[in-house]
């Protein structure tokens, strides 16, 4: 699973180990963490067996891909490691047949990041891809994984996750054989994770932050509580601006401006 921090992949591993142990599979869910911020990517790793788990390393060949985050593919090599005939699943709001990502495997896609949105209200992809996880493998019932997210997530937090599950099985693309030979402009290895301190971190965002300035109070409460000091400050304006490079759109200046003067708004992938 390749996601980025804040996006839920470790979690979604462990609901996916869960719910497999429900239906009698022995299942094992393995996070790797490194020096990971919100928004750094990361991987988890799911290994499901009919018989006992014993091996503890990394998943260095997977069967199959499941990307939390639309424009991760960017940064990790999240097909080239996977088995011949494999499955890559992409969060993204294109059909399988536009995805420039090309080789040996079967592709499938779901918007997870707009089924988030729309039934969590934030754009965290875990449960929303899980759905289409068992949809489209076959690998688990709907009913275990929606029971596995009651114990991560319980009571109306789970219910909302739950609707996301259904919402996702509901839309999921059928696989269809991966078209295009393009292979990800820049590729490092799959095993990715603690990536420190990037000098851009723009295709981080899903989500970009719009101030208007006439609305803006100058009350520095966004160039205080950025993370990444993305927030510039003109003292003679005494208004801010966005280094939009440095900007991972984690939206906390929205959540701080007093005036609802910054709108974060919805990166096209
Ligand atoms: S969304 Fe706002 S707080 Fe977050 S990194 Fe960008 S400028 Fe900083
Ligand atoms: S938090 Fe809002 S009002 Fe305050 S400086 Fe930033 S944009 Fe302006």
């Known amino acids: 699973m390749h996601g980025r921090g804040g996006q839920g992949a470790v979690t979604a591993s462990r609901i996916i180990a869960t719910a497999a142990y429900e239906e009698g599979t022995y299942s094992q869910a393995i996070p790797m963490y490194g020096t990971e911020r919100r928004g750094a990517p990361l991987t988890a790793f799911v290994r499901l067996d009919d018989v006992r788990v014993r091996e503890r390393e990394l ?4 069967d199959i891909s499941i990307v ?60 929303a891809i ?4 068992a949809k489209i493998t076959g690998l688990l019932k709907l009913e ?12 109306r937090l789970g219910e909302m996750n739950i609707a996301a599950v259904r919402r996702s099985y509901e839309e999921a693309s059928d696989p269809i054989q991966a078209v295009v030979t393009k292979a990800p402009a820049e590729k490092v290895d799959i095993h990715v994770g603690g990536y420190g301190v990037l000098k851009d971190v723009s295709s981080w965002r899903l989500l970009t932050p719009e101030i208007d300035v006439d609305t803006c109070i100058g009350c520095k409460n966004c160039w205080i509580f950025c993370p990444e000091t993305a927030i510039e400050w003109d003292e003679d304006t005494m208004k801010p601006s966005i ?4 900007c991972k759109g984690c939206g906390l200046c929205a959540n701080e401006c007093p005036v609802d003067a910054i709108e974060m708004v919805r990166v096209e992938a």
């Open 59 to 62: 998943v260095h060949t997977p």
């Open 68 to 127: 939390l985050d639309p424009l991760i593919a960017k940064q990790q090599a999240v097909v080239d490691n996977l088995k011949p005939g494999g499955l890559v699943i992409l969060n993204t709001a294109h059909k399988p047949e536009e995805v420039e990502l090309g080789g040996d495997f079967k592709v499938a896609t779901i918007d997870a990041t707009t089924i988030a949105l729309e039934t969590l209200g934030r754009p965290i992809t875990n449960t």
């Open 130 to 133: 899980l759905g289409a996880f």
């Open 144 to 155: 275990s994984i929606e029971k596995a997210i009651l114990k991560y997530f319980p009571g």
């Open 243 to 246: 280094r939009y490079n440095a």
